[in-house]
């Protein structure tokens, strides 16, 4: 029996929080109940988590979510033998003889996982996941145990390819994941969703919030003129900090260059004088021809 069938496909979509990302999403789903372990990749705010966090909740069962971090090691991440174990404390040390790390945790308490921003972690820490990406085996050293995947068991996992503070995956490990895009989605669909979200916030707003988000990404994607481009979450930050300062009394124009200026921060990089002009520019001309 597959996790989900044809109804559920069209159920996870329609009550996702994140909007007009349908295909990973099947994708995901399709792969899913093939049995193997996902992994959402994209620039940073355009929904990877709350996806995958998502798909988790919907299957109904309990999961364990863990959000990888630089110090992160294997005794994390599969377990180990416990410091208190070392105690001369006798009593201490045979109450804490090892501790398990978030995956063996999961899968001897038959739980889902969602390891998140996985490669904020280096590699290492993730080396005793191959048997079990592998053959569906983990062997759990300190515990003289090796436990099978539970045919049913899900592992989803998050990251951000390439982007300042995280490692390069190794290749060994990528190709144990199935890679799954999320990106920018369609114009139409963050104009749908900003309606949505905020309700009345003026058309001509609107428009520009959208022109800055697609002025921003164009110049990452042609030259890397900018780190990354806005992300979704950025279009809705600006579109809620607009609708607020309009409604304070702020002009549109103001309230708009103030938002864009705010995110110019975020999506430039903040050391690089040139990469922060770039941003204004752009917002300052956008702002320009709302005016007239
Ligand atoms: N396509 C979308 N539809 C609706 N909301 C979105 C969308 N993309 C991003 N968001 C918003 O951005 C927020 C951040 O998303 P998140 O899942 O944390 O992104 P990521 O993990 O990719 O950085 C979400 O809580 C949601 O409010
Ligand atoms: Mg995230």
Not at 128 to 141: C, H, K, R, T, V
Not at 196 to 221: K, S
Not at 234 to 249: D, F, N, P, T, W
Request: glycine content about 8%.
């Amino acid at each position: 029996m597959p996790l989900f069938t044809r109804d559920d496909y069209s159920k996870v979509l329609e009550t996702s929080p994140i909007k007009g990302q349908d295909e990973p999403i099947l994708k995901a789903l399709r792969y899913i109940n093939l049995g193997y372990p996902v992994m959402f990749y994209g620039p940073a705010g355009n929904g990877k988590s709350t996806v995958a966090s998502h798909i988790l909740s919907y299957l109904g069962k309990e999961w364990l979510k863990i959000e990888a971090t630089e110090g992160m090691t294997e005794y994390h991440v599969i377990g180990g033998f416990h410091p208190l174990s070392m105690s001369a404390d006798a009593e201490r040390s045979k109450e804490f003889l090892y501790k398990d790390g978030v995956v063996s945790r999961a899968m001897l308490e038959g739980k889902n996982l969602l390891i998140d921003e996985f490669t904020r972690a280096p590699s290492s820490a993730y080396s005793g996941l191959f048997l079990l990406l592998s053959f569906g085996e983990l062997p759990l050293e300190y515990r003289q145990q090796v436990i099978k995947k539970p045919p049913d068991w899900v592992l989803i996992a998050t990251a951000n390819f390439g982007d300042d503070g995280t490692f390069k995956l190794s290749s060994a490990l990528k190709r144990r994941f199935i890679p799954i895009g999320i990106g920018y989605p369609k114009r139409y669909t963050e104009e749908k969703l900003l309606k949505e979200v905020v309700p009345g916030l003026p058309e001509e707003i609107v428009r520009a919030i959208l022109d800055f988000a697609e002025g921003t990404r164009e110049m990452w994607r042609k030259d890397k003129t900018l780190p990354s481009g806005l992300s979704t979450d950025g279009v809705i930050k600006m579109a809620r900090y607009c609708h607020l300062s309009i409604q304070e009394g702020t002009d549109k124009q103001t309230a708009f260059t103030d938002s864009a200026l705010h995110q110019g921060v975020i999506i430039a990089d903040e050391t690089d004088y040139l990469s922060l002009q770039t941003v204004q520019e752009l917002a300052l001309t956008i702002a320009k021809k709302m005016g007239r």
